[in-house]
Protein backbone atom coordinates (compact mmCIF):
# COMPACT_ATOMS: atom_id res chain seq x y z
CA UNK A 1 0.00 0.00 0.00
CA UNK A 2 3.33 2.47 0.03
CA UNK A 3 2.30 4.00 -3.57
CA UNK A 4 -0.77 5.20 -5.95
CA UNK A 5 -1.15 2.54 -8.52
CA UNK A 6 -1.88 4.65 -12.01
CA UNK A 7 -5.69 4.42 -11.47
CA UNK A 8 -5.40 5.86 -7.92
CA UNK A 9 -3.19 8.37 -9.50
CA UNK A 10 -5.57 9.39 -12.47
CA UNK A 11 -8.20 9.40 -10.55
CA UNK A 12 -6.97 11.91 -8.01
CA UNK A 13 -6.20 14.24 -10.70
CA UNK A 14 -9.57 13.91 -12.39
CA UNK A 15 -11.79 14.64 -8.73
CA UNK A 16 -9.06 17.18 -8.25
CA UNK A 17 -9.83 19.01 -11.35
CA UNK A 18 -13.66 17.78 -11.10
CA UNK A 19 -13.90 19.51 -7.67
CA UNK A 20 -11.98 22.76 -9.10
CA UNK A 21 -14.92 23.56 -11.05
CA UNK A 22 -17.32 23.28 -8.22
CA UNK A 23 -14.32 25.58 -6.04
CA UNK A 24 -14.80 28.48 -9.13
CA UNK A 25 -18.33 28.97 -8.56
CA UNK A 26 -18.19 28.34 -4.44
CA UNK A 27 -14.70 28.91 -3.24
CA UNK A 28 -16.07 27.02 0.09
CA UNK A 29 -16.49 23.87 -1.35
CA UNK A 30 -12.48 23.45 -2.37
CA UNK A 31 -12.85 21.71 0.82
CA UNK A 32 -14.10 18.53 -0.99
CA UNK A 33 -10.33 18.32 -2.22
CA UNK A 34 -9.80 16.42 1.06
CA UNK A 35 -12.65 13.54 -0.14
CA UNK A 36 -10.37 11.87 -2.71
CA UNK A 37 -6.96 10.90 -0.86
CA UNK A 38 -9.30 9.55 2.04
CA UNK A 39 -11.27 7.22 -0.47
CA UNK A 40 -7.83 5.95 -1.70
CA UNK A 41 -6.83 5.18 1.53
CA UNK A 42 -9.40 3.54 2.70
CA UNK A 43 -10.11 1.49 -1.07
CA UNK A 44 -6.35 0.47 -0.77
CA UNK A 45 -6.78 -0.22 2.82
CA UNK A 46 -9.93 -2.53 2.01
CA UNK A 47 -11.65 -1.56 4.83
CA UNK A 48 -14.96 -1.55 3.02
CA UNK A 49 -14.36 -4.51 1.38
CA UNK A 50 -17.27 -6.69 3.13
CA UNK A 51 -19.75 -3.16 3.65
CA UNK A 52 -20.00 -2.05 -0.26
CA UNK A 53 -23.90 -1.78 0.74
CA UNK A 54 -23.26 0.70 3.15
CA UNK A 55 -21.17 2.43 0.32
CA UNK A 56 -23.73 2.34 -2.28
CA UNK A 57 -26.71 4.06 0.35
CA UNK A 58 -23.49 6.90 1.06
CA UNK A 59 -24.96 9.61 -2.11
CA UNK A 60 -28.52 9.15 -0.36
CA UNK A 61 -27.84 9.47 2.62
CA UNK A 62 -25.63 12.79 1.81
CA UNK A 63 -28.14 14.20 -0.23
CA UNK A 64 -31.09 13.60 3.26
CA UNK A 65 -29.11 15.52 5.26
CA UNK A 66 -27.72 18.12 2.91
CA UNK A 67 -31.75 18.73 2.37
CA UNK A 68 -32.00 19.21 5.92
CA UNK A 69 -29.53 21.42 6.76
CA UNK A 70 -30.60 23.91 4.08
CA UNK A 71 -27.93 24.86 1.66
CA UNK A 72 -28.35 25.91 -1.86
CA UNK A 73 -29.10 24.42 -4.39
CA UNK A 74 -25.95 24.51 -6.69
CA UNK A 75 -24.22 23.31 -3.16
CA UNK A 76 -26.34 20.42 -2.93
CA UNK A 77 -25.85 19.42 -6.49
CA UNK A 78 -22.21 20.03 -6.80
CA UNK A 79 -21.12 18.14 -3.29
CA UNK A 80 -23.77 15.10 -4.14
CA UNK A 81 -22.15 14.75 -7.75
CA UNK A 82 -18.96 14.85 -5.83
CA UNK A 83 -19.44 12.39 -2.99
CA UNK A 84 -21.05 10.01 -5.55
CA UNK A 85 -18.34 10.24 -7.46
CA UNK A 86 -15.69 9.18 -4.86
CA UNK A 87 -18.70 6.28 -3.82
CA UNK A 88 -18.61 4.94 -7.19
CA UNK A 89 -14.32 4.63 -7.26
CA UNK A 90 -14.79 2.54 -3.81
CA UNK A 91 -17.22 0.17 -5.98
CA UNK A 92 -15.85 0.42 -9.34
CA UNK A 93 -13.94 -2.74 -10.77
CA UNK A 94 -13.73 -2.61 -14.43
CA UNK A 95 -14.23 -0.08 -17.27
CA UNK A 96 -18.16 0.73 -17.28
CA UNK A 97 -17.62 1.20 -13.55
CA UNK A 98 -14.58 4.07 -14.59
CA UNK A 99 -16.46 5.55 -16.97
CA UNK A 100 -19.57 6.06 -15.19
CA UNK A 101 -17.23 8.53 -13.31
CA UNK A 102 -16.31 10.07 -16.19
CA UNK A 103 -19.71 10.75 -16.95
CA UNK A 104 -20.15 12.33 -13.45
CA UNK A 105 -17.18 14.37 -13.77
CA UNK A 106 -18.55 15.50 -17.09
CA UNK A 107 -21.83 16.62 -15.28
CA UNK A 108 -20.22 18.53 -12.65
CA UNK A 109 -18.15 20.34 -15.50
CA UNK A 110 -21.59 21.16 -16.98
CA UNK A 111 -22.73 22.25 -14.07
CA UNK A 112 -20.36 24.74 -13.09
CA UNK A 113 -20.34 26.13 -16.76
CA UNK A 114 -23.72 27.36 -16.40
CA UNK A 115 -22.47 30.84 -15.53
CA UNK A 116 -18.74 31.25 -16.00
CA UNK A 117 -16.15 31.41 -18.46
CA UNK A 118 -13.76 32.60 -15.97
CA UNK A 119 -9.80 32.17 -16.83
CA UNK A 120 -10.06 29.98 -14.28
CA UNK A 121 -12.88 27.97 -15.69
CA UNK A 122 -10.51 27.70 -18.71
CA UNK A 123 -7.31 26.44 -16.97
CA UNK A 124 -9.33 23.61 -15.21
CA UNK A 125 -11.06 22.64 -18.41
CA UNK A 126 -7.63 22.44 -20.25
CA UNK A 127 -6.83 19.92 -17.77
CA UNK A 128 -10.41 18.36 -17.92
CA UNK A 129 -9.72 17.66 -21.33
CA UNK A 130 -6.22 15.97 -20.46
CA UNK A 131 -7.03 14.25 -17.01
CA UNK A 132 -10.37 12.62 -18.74
CA UNK A 133 -8.90 11.02 -21.47
CA UNK A 134 -5.87 9.96 -19.03
CA UNK A 135 -8.29 8.86 -16.60
CA UNK A 136 -10.19 6.29 -18.95
CA UNK A 137 -7.27 5.01 -20.85
CA UNK A 138 -5.44 4.31 -17.69
CA UNK A 139 -8.11 2.15 -16.70
CA UNK A 140 -7.10 0.03 -19.63
CA UNK A 141 -3.49 -0.50 -18.08
CA UNK A 142 -3.80 -1.92 -14.96
CA UNK A 143 -0.58 -3.77 -15.42
CA UNK A 144 0.88 -0.93 -14.68
CA UNK A 145 0.82 -1.52 -10.64
CA UNK A 146 2.98 1.69 -9.85
CA UNK A 147 2.28 5.31 -10.99
CA UNK A 148 5.54 6.94 -11.36
CA UNK A 149 6.86 9.54 -13.49
CA UNK A 150 9.91 8.03 -14.38
CA UNK A 151 8.49 5.37 -16.59
CA UNK A 152 7.65 5.19 -19.80
CA UNK A 153 4.53 3.87 -19.95
CA UNK A 154 3.08 6.70 -17.42
CA UNK A 155 4.27 9.45 -20.22
CA UNK A 156 3.06 7.05 -22.91
CA UNK A 157 -0.18 7.76 -21.13
CA UNK A 158 0.18 11.32 -20.62
CA UNK A 159 0.88 12.22 -24.47
CA UNK A 160 -1.54 9.82 -25.77
CA UNK A 161 -4.25 11.34 -23.58
CA UNK A 162 -3.14 14.93 -24.96
CA UNK A 163 -3.35 13.93 -28.07
CA UNK A 164 -6.64 12.60 -27.94
CA UNK A 165 -8.13 15.28 -26.45
CA UNK A 166 -6.93 17.83 -28.57
CA UNK A 167 -7.71 15.35 -31.63
CA UNK A 168 -11.07 14.92 -30.36
CA UNK A 169 -11.48 18.78 -29.88
CA UNK A 170 -10.60 20.46 -32.71
CA UNK A 171 -12.06 17.00 -35.48
CA UNK A 172 -15.67 16.65 -33.68
CA UNK A 173 -18.47 18.59 -35.88
CA UNK A 174 -19.35 21.43 -33.83
CA UNK A 175 -23.35 22.56 -34.37
CA UNK A 176 -24.90 25.56 -33.34
CA UNK A 177 -26.95 25.38 -30.28
CA UNK A 178 -28.92 28.42 -28.67
CA UNK A 179 -26.82 29.98 -26.31
CA UNK A 180 -27.09 28.60 -22.41
CA UNK A 181 -28.12 31.93 -20.39
CA UNK A 182 -26.61 30.91 -16.98
CA UNK A 183 -26.76 31.01 -13.77
CA UNK A 184 -27.68 34.39 -12.10
CA UNK A 185 -25.51 33.38 -8.99
CA UNK A 186 -22.30 33.85 -10.58
CA UNK A 187 -23.68 37.90 -11.79
CA UNK A 188 -21.10 40.26 -10.87
CA UNK A 189 -23.60 43.19 -9.43
CA UNK A 190 -20.91 46.15 -10.39
CA UNK A 191 -21.32 45.21 -14.21
CA UNK A 192 -24.76 45.79 -14.20
CA UNK A 193 -26.23 48.35 -17.29
CA UNK A 194 -28.29 51.29 -15.77
CA UNK A 195 -31.67 51.98 -17.09
CA UNK A 196 -31.60 55.81 -16.23
CA UNK A 197 -29.05 58.29 -16.28
CA UNK A 198 -29.02 60.61 -13.38
CA UNK A 199 -27.28 64.36 -13.20
CA UNK A 200 -25.96 64.45 -9.50
CA UNK A 201 -22.46 65.14 -7.58
CA UNK A 202 -21.45 61.51 -7.26
CA UNK A 203 -17.67 60.42 -7.43
CA UNK A 204 -16.90 58.50 -9.87
CA UNK A 205 -14.21 55.55 -9.21
CA UNK A 206 -12.24 53.92 -12.22
CA UNK A 207 -13.43 50.09 -12.27
CA UNK A 208 -10.82 48.51 -14.27
CA UNK A 209 -13.21 45.23 -14.57
CA UNK A 210 -13.74 44.12 -18.48
CA UNK A 211 -17.39 44.15 -19.42
CA UNK A 212 -16.73 43.07 -23.24
CA UNK A 213 -14.26 42.61 -25.77
CA UNK A 214 -14.69 43.96 -29.14
CA UNK A 215 -12.96 42.27 -32.05
CA UNK A 216 -11.99 44.08 -35.22
CA UNK A 217 -9.90 44.27 -38.55
CA UNK A 218 -7.72 47.17 -37.28
CA UNK A 219 -7.40 50.08 -34.68
CA UNK A 220 -9.92 52.14 -35.77
CA UNK A 221 -8.87 54.61 -32.86
CA UNK A 222 -12.43 55.30 -30.47
CA UNK A 223 -15.43 53.12 -31.09
CA UNK A 224 -18.88 53.74 -29.51
CA UNK A 225 -20.63 50.85 -28.44
CA UNK A 226 -24.86 52.36 -27.44
CA UNK A 227 -26.60 50.26 -25.08
CA UNK A 228 -29.33 52.35 -24.31
CA UNK A 229 -31.03 55.43 -25.84
CA UNK A 230 -33.27 57.62 -23.43
CA UNK A 231 -35.29 60.93 -24.97
CA UNK A 232 -36.62 62.04 -21.69
CA UNK A 233 -35.26 64.00 -19.22
CA UNK A 234 -37.15 64.23 -16.17
CA UNK A 235 -36.74 65.45 -12.59
CA UNK A 236 -32.85 65.75 -13.13
CA UNK A 237 -32.13 62.07 -14.95
CA UNK A 238 -32.68 60.43 -18.02
CA UNK A 239 -35.37 57.79 -17.90
CA UNK A 240 -36.45 55.27 -19.85
CA UNK A 241 -40.11 55.38 -21.82
CA UNK A 242 -41.05 52.36 -22.98
CA UNK A 243 -43.38 51.37 -26.08
CA UNK A 244 -44.20 48.13 -26.74
CA UNK A 245 -41.18 45.68 -28.24
CA UNK A 246 -41.24 44.77 -31.84
CA UNK A 247 -39.79 41.22 -32.54
CA UNK A 248 -36.94 41.93 -35.35
CA UNK A 249 -37.64 39.07 -37.70
CA UNK A 250 -34.26 37.59 -38.98
CA UNK A 251 -32.91 38.54 -42.98
CA UNK A 252 -33.10 35.52 -45.23
CA UNK A 253 -29.11 35.22 -44.30
CA UNK A 254 -30.34 34.67 -40.93
CA UNK A 255 -28.79 38.13 -40.29
CA UNK A 256 -31.15 40.29 -37.16
CA UNK A 257 -31.34 43.42 -39.40
CA UNK A 258 -28.76 43.07 -41.89
CA UNK A 259 -25.26 42.28 -42.31
CA UNK A 260 -24.22 45.48 -44.47
CA UNK A 261 -20.64 47.41 -43.55
CA UNK A 262 -17.93 46.57 -41.41
CA UNK A 263 -17.92 43.63 -39.05
CA UNK A 264 -17.16 43.57 -34.85
CA UNK A 265 -17.04 40.43 -32.42
CA UNK A 266 -18.20 41.13 -29.10
CA UNK A 267 -17.43 39.06 -26.29
CA UNK A 268 -19.64 40.01 -23.69
CA UNK A 269 -19.13 39.34 -20.14
CA UNK A 270 -22.33 38.82 -17.44
CA UNK A 271 -24.11 42.49 -16.98
CA UNK A 272 -27.28 40.97 -15.82
CA UNK A 273 -28.96 42.93 -18.54
CA UNK A 274 -30.75 42.06 -21.45
CA UNK A 275 -29.76 44.85 -23.36
CA UNK A 276 -27.45 44.58 -26.75
CA UNK A 277 -24.62 46.29 -26.70
CA UNK A 278 -24.05 47.07 -30.65
CA UNK A 279 -20.68 49.34 -32.42
CA UNK A 280 -22.55 52.42 -34.04
CA UNK A 281 -23.43 52.99 -36.69
CA UNK A 282 -25.27 50.14 -36.32
CA UNK A 283 -26.88 47.77 -38.93
CA UNK A 284 -27.67 44.59 -37.76
CA UNK A 285 -26.59 41.73 -35.35
CA UNK A 286 -26.18 37.39 -35.85
CA UNK A 287 -25.44 35.02 -32.87
CA UNK A 288 -26.50 32.10 -31.46
CA UNK A 289 -30.20 33.17 -30.21
CA UNK A 290 -33.93 32.41 -31.16
CA UNK A 291 -35.30 36.25 -30.30
CA UNK A 292 -34.04 40.03 -30.50
CA UNK A 293 -37.00 42.40 -29.84
CA UNK A 294 -36.82 46.60 -30.40
CA UNK A 295 -38.67 49.51 -29.15
CA UNK A 296 -39.00 52.70 -31.26
CA UNK A 297 -36.15 54.81 -29.42
CA UNK A 298 -33.60 51.98 -31.52
CA UNK A 299 -32.79 50.25 -28.40
CA UNK A 300 -32.13 46.60 -28.95
CA UNK A 301 -33.38 44.09 -26.44
CA UNK A 302 -32.50 40.25 -25.93
CA UNK A 303 -35.80 37.97 -24.38
CA UNK A 304 -33.93 37.45 -21.17
CA UNK A 305 -31.11 38.39 -19.71
CA UNK A 306 -27.43 36.48 -19.92
CA UNK A 307 -25.57 35.66 -16.80
CA UNK A 308 -22.74 34.03 -18.30
CA UNK A 309 -20.33 35.25 -21.37
CA UNK A 310 -21.63 35.36 -24.78
CA UNK A 311 -20.25 36.17 -28.04
CA UNK A 312 -21.85 37.81 -31.03
CA UNK A 313 -20.93 39.91 -34.31
CA UNK A 314 -22.27 43.25 -34.76
CA UNK A 315 -22.61 44.65 -38.27
CA UNK A 316 -21.86 49.09 -38.68
CA UNK A 317 -21.54 51.63 -40.96
CA UNK A 318 -19.47 54.32 -40.99
CA UNK A 319 -22.18 56.47 -41.67
CA UNK A 320 -25.85 56.84 -40.28
CA UNK A 321 -28.76 55.58 -42.25
CA UNK A 322 -31.37 57.75 -43.76
CA UNK A 323 -34.28 57.22 -41.48
CA UNK A 324 -37.20 60.09 -42.43
CA UNK A 325 -39.16 61.03 -38.98
CA UNK A 326 -42.45 62.88 -38.84
CA UNK A 327 -42.63 66.37 -36.47
CA UNK A 328 -45.18 64.24 -34.53
CA UNK A 329 -42.44 61.49 -33.60
CA UNK A 330 -39.64 64.13 -33.64
CA UNK A 331 -42.09 66.10 -30.66
CA UNK A 332 -40.47 64.04 -27.81
CA UNK A 333 -37.00 64.90 -29.03
CA UNK A 334 -37.77 68.34 -28.94
CA UNK A 335 -39.11 68.23 -25.65
CA UNK A 336 -38.25 71.29 -22.98
CA UNK A 337 -40.86 71.22 -20.37
CA UNK A 338 -38.27 70.23 -17.76
CA UNK A 339 -35.63 72.32 -18.48
CA UNK A 340 -35.28 75.54 -16.84
CA UNK A 341 -35.89 78.74 -18.78
CA UNK A 342 -32.79 79.92 -17.70
CA UNK A 343 -30.51 77.29 -19.97
CA UNK A 344 -33.43 78.09 -23.23
CA UNK A 345 -32.15 81.61 -22.43
CA UNK A 346 -28.56 80.60 -22.57
CA UNK A 347 -29.15 78.27 -25.57
CA UNK A 348 -30.43 81.17 -27.59
CA UNK A 349 -27.57 83.49 -26.38
CA UNK A 350 -24.91 80.82 -28.13
CA UNK A 351 -26.63 79.98 -31.00
CA UNK A 352 -27.80 84.05 -31.95
CA UNK A 353 -26.84 83.65 -35.40
CA UNK A 354 -26.15 80.76 -36.44
CA UNK A 355 -28.13 79.54 -39.20
CA UNK A 356 -27.72 75.97 -40.11
CA UNK A 357 -28.00 72.99 -37.48
CA UNK A 358 -23.96 71.46 -37.67
CA UNK A 359 -23.20 76.10 -36.96
CA UNK A 360 -25.18 75.60 -33.89
CA UNK A 361 -24.01 72.31 -32.22
CA UNK A 362 -20.44 73.78 -33.18
CA UNK A 363 -21.39 76.24 -30.89
CA UNK A 364 -22.97 74.69 -28.15
CA UNK A 365 -19.82 72.49 -28.07
CA UNK A 366 -17.30 75.47 -28.03
CA UNK A 367 -19.40 76.77 -25.10
CA UNK A 368 -19.02 73.74 -22.86
CA UNK A 369 -15.80 73.12 -23.52
CA UNK A 370 -14.56 76.88 -22.78
CA UNK A 371 -16.68 77.48 -19.34
CA UNK A 372 -16.97 73.66 -18.18
CA UNK A 373 -14.08 71.15 -17.08
CA UNK A 374 -13.93 67.59 -16.90
CA UNK A 375 -14.10 65.59 -13.24
CA UNK A 376 -14.45 62.25 -11.54
CA UNK A 377 -15.31 63.82 -8.47
CA UNK A 378 -18.11 66.81 -9.77
CA UNK A 379 -18.59 69.99 -8.30
CA UNK A 380 -22.02 70.32 -10.13
CA UNK A 381 -25.01 68.88 -7.94
CA UNK A 382 -27.90 69.20 -10.77
CA UNK A 383 -27.42 69.87 -14.40
CA UNK A 384 -28.78 73.43 -13.96
CA UNK A 385 -25.37 74.29 -11.73
CA UNK A 386 -23.34 72.55 -14.22
CA UNK A 387 -24.56 74.64 -17.13
CA UNK A 388 -25.82 77.92 -15.44
CA UNK A 389 -23.14 78.38 -12.66
CA UNK A 390 -20.19 76.28 -14.86
CA UNK A 391 -19.18 73.56 -12.18
CA UNK A 392 -17.57 70.31 -13.29
CA UNK A 393 -18.70 67.34 -13.97
CA UNK A 394 -18.10 64.65 -15.95
CA UNK A 395 -19.26 62.99 -19.50
CA UNK A 396 -23.03 62.54 -18.15
CA UNK A 397 -23.30 66.41 -17.64
CA UNK A 398 -21.49 67.58 -20.61
CA UNK A 399 -23.55 65.24 -22.98
CA UNK A 400 -27.07 65.93 -21.17
CA UNK A 401 -26.02 70.00 -20.94
CA UNK A 402 -25.17 69.50 -25.25
CA UNK A 403 -28.66 67.81 -25.63
CA UNK A 404 -30.58 70.11 -23.32
CA UNK A 405 -28.99 73.36 -24.79
CA UNK A 406 -29.74 71.49 -28.94
CA UNK A 407 -33.04 71.27 -27.77
CA UNK A 408 -33.58 74.81 -26.50
CA UNK A 409 -32.12 75.85 -30.36
CA UNK A 410 -34.49 73.86 -32.16
CA UNK A 411 -32.26 70.81 -32.46
CA UNK A 412 -33.86 67.08 -31.94
CA UNK A 413 -31.53 65.09 -29.38
CA UNK A 414 -31.56 61.85 -27.52
CA UNK A 415 -28.78 60.80 -24.84
CA UNK A 416 -26.72 57.48 -25.60
CA UNK A 417 -25.18 55.72 -23.13
CA UNK A 418 -22.54 52.83 -23.59
CA UNK A 419 -19.19 52.29 -23.58
CA UNK A 420 -16.26 54.30 -25.59
CA UNK A 421 -13.10 52.03 -26.71
CA UNK A 422 -9.82 53.58 -25.32
CA UNK A 423 -7.56 50.12 -24.55
CA UNK A 424 -6.40 48.28 -28.05
CA UNK A 425 -4.56 44.51 -28.00
CA UNK A 426 -2.67 44.48 -30.81
CA UNK A 427 -2.04 40.56 -30.41
CA UNK A 428 -5.05 39.21 -31.34
CA UNK A 429 -6.29 42.92 -32.66
CA UNK A 430 -8.98 43.58 -30.20
CA UNK A 431 -10.43 46.15 -27.84
CA UNK A 432 -10.44 45.87 -24.07
CA UNK A 433 -14.07 47.56 -22.80
CA UNK A 434 -13.79 48.20 -18.81
CA UNK A 435 -16.36 49.26 -16.04
CA UNK A 436 -14.46 52.41 -16.61
CA UNK A 437 -15.19 53.09 -20.23
CA UNK A 438 -18.58 53.46 -19.40
CA UNK A 439 -19.86 56.52 -21.49
CA UNK A 440 -22.69 59.23 -22.59
CA UNK A 441 -22.81 61.40 -25.76
CA UNK A 442 -25.87 62.51 -27.91
CA UNK A 443 -27.31 61.99 -31.00
CA UNK A 444 -28.82 64.71 -32.74
CA UNK A 445 -31.29 64.53 -35.71
CA UNK A 446 -30.37 66.45 -39.25
CA UNK A 447 -30.57 65.63 -42.52
CA UNK A 448 -32.83 62.57 -42.17
CA UNK A 449 -30.48 60.84 -40.05
CA UNK A 450 -29.39 60.29 -36.11
CA UNK A 451 -25.69 61.33 -35.75
CA UNK A 452 -23.44 60.94 -33.48
CA UNK A 453 -22.10 63.93 -31.21
CA UNK A 454 -19.54 63.68 -28.08
CA UNK A 455 -19.51 67.03 -26.52
CA UNK A 456 -17.50 65.64 -23.56
CA UNK A 457 -13.49 66.61 -24.04
CA UNK A 458 -11.15 64.33 -24.98
CA UNK A 459 -9.47 61.94 -21.84
CA UNK A 460 -6.41 60.37 -21.98
CA UNK A 461 -5.77 56.95 -21.12
CA UNK A 462 -2.71 54.26 -20.44
CA UNK A 463 -2.63 50.67 -21.17
CA UNK A 464 -0.51 47.99 -18.57
CA UNK A 465 1.47 45.70 -21.04
CA UNK A 466 1.38 43.13 -18.39
CA UNK A 467 -2.44 43.16 -18.61
CA UNK A 468 -2.75 43.17 -22.09
CA UNK A 469 -0.17 40.30 -22.11
CA UNK A 470 -2.83 38.71 -19.44
CA UNK A 471 -6.15 39.58 -21.55
CA UNK A 472 -4.28 37.75 -24.73
CA UNK A 473 -4.27 34.71 -22.80
CA UNK A 474 -8.12 35.11 -21.54
CA UNK A 475 -8.63 36.01 -25.33
CA UNK A 476 -7.06 33.11 -26.82
CA UNK A 477 -9.44 30.95 -24.56
CA UNK A 478 -12.15 32.48 -25.48
CA UNK A 479 -11.14 32.01 -29.61
CA UNK A 480 -10.18 28.80 -29.56
CA UNK A 481 -11.86 27.13 -27.20
CA UNK A 482 -15.01 28.43 -26.38
CA UNK A 483 -16.19 30.18 -29.54
CA UNK A 484 -14.78 27.14 -32.00
CA UNK A 485 -17.14 26.35 -34.14
CA UNK A 486 -18.50 24.60 -37.47
CA UNK A 487 -17.28 27.59 -39.73
CA UNK A 488 -13.48 27.59 -37.96
CA UNK A 489 -13.40 23.74 -38.25
CA UNK A 490 -14.37 24.76 -41.85
CA UNK A 491 -11.54 27.39 -41.80
CA UNK A 492 -9.18 25.16 -40.38
CA UNK A 493 -9.50 22.73 -43.20
CA UNK A 494 -9.47 25.34 -45.92
CA UNK A 495 -5.56 26.05 -44.69
CA UNK A 496 -5.07 22.50 -44.72
CA UNK A 497 -5.91 22.25 -48.14
CA UNK A 498 -4.06 25.06 -49.37
CA UNK A 499 -0.94 23.56 -47.07
CA UNK A 500 -1.04 20.61 -49.28
CA UNK A 501 -1.49 21.83 -52.26
CA UNK A 502 1.53 24.03 -51.40
CA UNK A 503 3.59 21.37 -50.36
CA UNK A 504 5.90 21.02 -52.78
CA UNK A 505 6.88 24.53 -52.77
CA UNK A 506 7.40 24.33 -48.95
CA UNK A 507 9.43 21.24 -49.22
CA UNK A 508 11.47 23.29 -51.88
CA UNK A 509 11.98 26.04 -48.98
CA UNK A 510 13.24 23.60 -46.45
CA UNK A 511 15.49 21.75 -48.83
CA UNK A 512 17.67 24.96 -49.70
CA UNK A 513 17.79 25.96 -46.08
CA UNK A 514 19.50 22.67 -45.60
CA UNK A 515 21.51 22.98 -48.39
CA UNK A 516 22.69 26.22 -46.52
CA UNK A 517 23.44 24.78 -43.19
CA UNK A 518 23.91 21.40 -44.63
CA UNK A 519 26.93 20.54 -42.03
CA UNK A 520 25.23 21.72 -39.18
CA UNK A 521 22.29 19.60 -39.94
CA UNK A 522 24.71 16.44 -40.36
CA UNK A 523 25.95 17.54 -37.02
CA UNK A 524 23.04 17.42 -34.89
CA UNK A 525 22.21 13.83 -37.24
CA UNK A 526 24.86 12.34 -36.00
CA UNK A 527 24.94 13.09 -32.60
CA UNK A 528 21.18 12.52 -32.19
CA UNK A 529 21.93 9.01 -33.65
CA UNK A 530 24.51 8.00 -31.12
CA UNK A 531 22.43 9.38 -28.31
CA UNK A 532 19.83 7.03 -29.44
CA UNK A 533 21.78 4.46 -29.63
CA UNK A 534 23.29 4.67 -26.38
CA UNK A 535 19.79 5.01 -24.59
CA UNK A 536 18.96 1.78 -26.15
CA UNK A 537 21.57 -0.43 -25.11
CA UNK A 538 20.99 1.22 -21.61
CA UNK A 539 17.41 0.33 -22.27
CA UNK A 540 16.26 -3.48 -21.44
CA UNK A 541 14.73 -5.51 -24.21
CA UNK A 542 11.18 -6.43 -23.88
CA UNK A 543 12.16 -10.05 -22.87
CA UNK A 544 13.39 -8.90 -19.74
CA UNK A 545 10.73 -6.61 -18.86
CA UNK A 546 8.38 -10.23 -19.56
CA UNK A 547 10.64 -12.24 -16.95
CA UNK A 548 10.09 -9.13 -14.49
CA UNK A 549 6.45 -9.21 -14.85
CA UNK A 550 6.59 -12.72 -13.54
CA UNK A 551 8.79 -12.23 -10.39
CA UNK A 552 7.05 -8.99 -9.58
CA UNK A 553 6.08 -5.26 -10.49
CA UNK A 554 8.88 -3.87 -7.67
CA UNK A 555 12.08 -4.40 -8.81
CA UNK A 556 14.64 -1.77 -7.50
CA UNK A 557 16.98 -0.26 -10.64
CA UNK A 558 20.13 -1.47 -8.88
CA UNK A 559 18.76 -5.25 -8.22
CA UNK A 560 19.71 -8.27 -11.27
CA UNK A 561 17.41 -10.09 -12.29
CA UNK A 562 18.62 -13.17 -9.69
CA UNK A 563 18.95 -10.72 -7.03
CA UNK A 564 15.28 -9.66 -7.54
CA UNK A 565 14.07 -13.03 -7.80
CA UNK A 566 15.62 -14.40 -4.69
CA UNK A 567 13.76 -10.99 -2.93
CA UNK A 568 10.73 -12.51 -3.89
CA UNK A 569 11.55 -16.04 -3.34
CA UNK A 570 11.31 -17.28 -7.09
CA UNK A 571 15.20 -17.84 -7.57
CA UNK A 572 14.70 -21.71 -7.56
CA UNK A 573 11.84 -21.71 -10.07
CA UNK A 574 13.18 -18.96 -12.83
CA UNK A 575 17.00 -19.99 -12.14
CA UNK A 576 17.01 -21.86 -15.97
CA UNK A 577 14.84 -19.31 -17.57
CA UNK A 578 17.17 -15.98 -16.10
CA UNK A 579 20.45 -17.97 -17.42
CA UNK A 580 18.92 -18.63 -20.77
CA UNK A 581 18.29 -15.00 -20.77
CA UNK A 582 21.86 -14.27 -19.50
CA UNK A 583 23.71 -15.96 -22.33
CA UNK A 584 20.68 -14.85 -25.05
CA UNK A 585 21.50 -10.89 -23.98
CA UNK A 586 25.39 -11.19 -23.23
CA UNK A 587 26.38 -13.73 -24.86
CA UNK A 588 25.13 -12.92 -28.12
CA UNK A 589 23.42 -16.06 -28.61
CA UNK A 590 20.40 -15.21 -30.56
CA UNK A 591 19.15 -18.79 -31.32
CA UNK A 592 18.17 -18.81 -27.82
CA UNK A 593 15.53 -16.39 -28.59
CA UNK A 594 12.64 -18.78 -29.24
CA UNK A 595 13.47 -20.89 -26.49
CA UNK A 596 13.09 -18.14 -23.53
CA UNK A 597 9.84 -16.68 -24.98
CA UNK A 598 7.97 -20.27 -25.35
CA UNK A 599 9.49 -20.86 -21.71
CA UNK A 600 7.99 -17.53 -20.38
CA UNK A 601 4.88 -18.72 -21.48
CA UNK A 602 4.71 -22.07 -20.15
CA UNK A 603 5.54 -19.77 -17.09
CA UNK A 604 2.43 -17.59 -17.75
CA UNK A 605 0.56 -19.92 -17.98
CA UNK A 606 1.00 -22.20 -14.67
CA UNK A 607 0.92 -19.10 -12.96
CA UNK A 608 -2.60 -18.30 -13.84
CA UNK A 609 -3.54 -21.44 -13.76
CA UNK A 610 -2.40 -21.40 -10.02
CA UNK A 611 -4.23 -17.69 -9.44
CA UNK A 612 -7.48 -19.40 -10.62
CA UNK A 613 -7.06 -22.22 -7.85
CA UNK A 614 -6.56 -19.65 -5.72
CA UNK A 615 -9.76 -18.05 -6.16
CA UNK A 616 -11.36 -21.03 -6.21
CA UNK A 617 -10.28 -21.75 -2.54
Known amino acids: MGYLTIIDFSFLAFSFVSIGFIAIVEPTLALLLLL ?117 DFWFLIVTSVMLSVLFFYTIPRFSMPVIRGNPILRDNSLEFPTEVKIDSEQVNLNYQVI ?21 FSNGKWIMTYSKSEKINKD ?15 YLEPTGTNVIFKVDYATGVNGSFNNIFADNNANWFFDAPFYRTIKYDTYYSNTPKKEELTWMQLEKFLDVSNINPSIIKLSENITKGKNSESEKIEAIIKYLHENNTYSLNPTAKTIDDFILMHKSGYCEHFATAFALLGRASGIPTRLVSGFSTSEWNDTFSYYIVRAKDAHSWVEVYTNNSWHLVDPTPAQSSD ?28 QALQNLSIFVKNFGEIVFNILKIFKNFALYFLILIVALAIFLFKRSTDKPDYIAQKIISLIGNDKQDSETLFEFARRNGKETLLAELINLYYQYRYGNRLYLKKEIIEKIKEQQSKNKLLTKRENNL
Not at 252 to 266: E, L, Q
Not at 463 to 490: G, H, P, T
Request: hydrophobic share 50%.
Open 463 to 490: SNKFSLFIDSIRMFWYRNVVSYSIEAQA
Open 212 to 232: MRVETNANQGPVYISGLRYST
Open 252 to 266: PNGYFGSDNGNKATI
Open 36 to 152: PPVIILIKRAKIIQNHQKIVEFIPLLTFIFLIAIGIDLFSVVGILLTVTMCAKFILSKNFPDYFEIFIIGIMILVLSSIGTISLSFGICAILFIIVGPFFLISTQFKHIKKASFLTS
